[in-house]
């Protein structure tokens, strides 16, 4: 997983911005966004998920919004054969 950071808040601000590319196969641990977390997705497949809450399949042009505090996870989708 690649993080290219494209805003960092300045107080009193929280938001950061970061576009984030996950290379086949890749996916990140469990860990929580305090202030919450929005996905856009560009390019390529992946799903998401909260704690013990159903996959998310995701695809380019899809927006998702994770509340605050809630654990996440994300991987790139399996290949298709």
């Known amino acids: ?9 300045v107080a009193p601000a929280h938001a950061n911005v970061a576009s984030v590319t996950f290379e086949p196969g890749a996916r990140t641990a ?15 497949a992946g799903r998401a998920q909260t704690w013990g809450g159903p996959i998310e399949e995701l ?12 654990s996440t996870g994300t991987a790139r989708a399996p290949r298709r054969r």
Do not use: E, K, N, Y
């Open 59 to 70: 695809r380019p042009g899809d927006v998702v919004w994770f509340s605050r505090a809630r």
């Open 30 to 44: 469990w860990h929580t966004h305090p202030l919450g977390q929005t996905l856009i997705v560009t390019a390529g």
């Open 1 to 9: 997983m690649r993080i290219d950071p494209l805003h960092t808040a």
